[in-house]
């Protein structure tokens, strides 16, 4: 069975403060929100949930599963507030390949960076206008977590507001 992974980045987050205790905006929770209903419906239910611990990831899960989004396990990782798109991937190396599907919530630069990297070159092109806040990344995945570097296929899902 293919297994999905989905990369996330947060939703909009307020400014000033200290950057890891940033609050989403109204507008930013409404768009995770929207986006949890989407992924819902594209992806169905999540088996794990990988969501940095910054303040502005925790609200876009918790917006996302207001949305509609079922997810059976959620690890709250404060690795992935510093983590770039290696360190991230590693990460997914180390699960156990009887997860089928995969949501990874955290920041840029790195999730976009994942996301080009794990893209297949022909499909790299869709990744150009860059990584939005709530945008999410839905991949086709053909081996094992362990063995991870090319996604089979990729869809991207900028918000649509």
Known sequence: MTKRLILMRHSQAAHGGADFDRPLTEHGRRLASLQGS???LDAG????A??????????????????????????????????????ALEMIRRLDDSIKTLLVLFHQ???GSLTYHLTPFEQREELRGGFSPA??????????????????SVKLYPPMI
């Open 45 to 48: 239910p999540i088996d794990l």
């Open 109 to 111: 630069p790195g999730v």
């Open 135 to 152: 945008t999410f990344a839905l991949g086709e995945v053909s081996t094992t977590w362990e063995s991870l570097d090319e996604l089979a």
């Open 50 to 87: 990988i969501v940095s611990s910054a303040r502005r990831c925790q609200q876009t899960f918790t917006a996302l599963t207001s949305g509609g989004l079922k997810v059976a396990e959620k690890w709250d990782e404060r690795e992935l507030y510093f983590a770039g798109d290696y360190d």
């Open 38 to 40: 989407r992924m819902a």
